[in-house]
Antibody
Framework: QITLKESGPTVVEPTQTLTLTCTFS??????????VGWFRRPPGKALEWLAL???????RYRPSLGNRLSIYADTSKNQVVLTMTNMGPVDTATYFC????????????WGQGTTVTVSS | YVLTQPPSVSVAPGQTARVTCGGN??????IHWYQQRPGQAPLLVLY???GRPSGIPERFSGSNSGNTATLTISRVEAGDEADYYC???????????FGGGTRLTV
């Protein structure tokens, strides 16, 4: 059974950097076509994509957040890490990671999500 | 690339719900649909316009033509009440795009 699980702080102060970890099991990010992404859903708003890392270590970022985001993988630990700098109240949201084995098959497995509140 | 969904759809139990997703020449895109119940993670309910992942009932079906893709839920049940999102890969820039979501009320 493929699983993903997000972990990280539940509260972050304004201007701080958020670091979230997605720990996955029973698949390899090194397999051709595989990608892992980060997503979030702010309260009362729609789901949105943040960042994506590919099997070949290629990376993509949401254009409006591009210079605040960084994604990397530690394949030895089966983890994908997202950092987001200069956090503000608008970044309060539930953050999810998810896997896709190919663009054709969509995001077929999701983590349960982790809620992050930005507050002093 | 922009995907447009109606904010809400309301349907009686047992009836058919249709959730639309509009986009320029969307028929040339590969569309995926996700269900998100309150407090839960999104769940893939359709991939590649009309494919059903294992465990998704046959009541869920999809179509994609012209500028509109449609998720159709037949014989709607109370448990189908959720937010539904369409999604594409904008292959030109290799970004993911979600629609604004549709709240299905049963």
């Amino acid at each position: 059974q493929i699983t993903l699980k997000e972990s990280g702080p539940t509260v972050v102060e304004p201007t701080q950097t958020l670091t979230l970890t997605c720990t996955f099991s029973n698949f390899s990010l090194s397999t051709y076509g595989t990608r892992v992404g980060w997503f979030r859903r702010p309260p009362g708003k729609a789901l949105e994509w943040l960042a994506l890392i590919y099997w070949d270590d290629d990376k993509r970022y949401r254009p409006s957040l591009g210079n605040r985001l960084s994604i990397y993988a530690d394949t030895s630990k089966n983890q994908v890490v997202l950092t987001m700098t200069n956090m503000g109240p608008v970044d309060t949201a539930t953050y999810f990671c998810a896997r896709s084995r190919d663009y054709y098959y969509g995001l077929d497995v999701w983590g349960q999500g982790t809620t992050v509140t930005v507050s002093s | 690339y922009v995907l447009t969904q109606p904010p809400s759809v309301s349907v009686a139990p047992g009836q058919t719900a249709r959730v639309t997703c509009g986009g320029n020449d969307i028929e040339t895109k590969t569309i995926h649909w996700y269900q998100q119940r309150p407090g839960q993670a999104p769940l893939l309910v359709l991939y590649a316009d009309r494919g059903r992942p294992s465990g998704i009932p046959e009541r869920f079906s999809g179509s994609n033509s012209g500028n509109t893709a449609t998720l159709t839920i037949s014989r709607v049940e109370a448990g189908d009440e959720a937010d539904y999102y369409c999604q594409v890969w904008d292959t030109g820039v290799d970004h993911l795009v979600f629609g604004g979501g549709t709240r299905l009320t049963v």
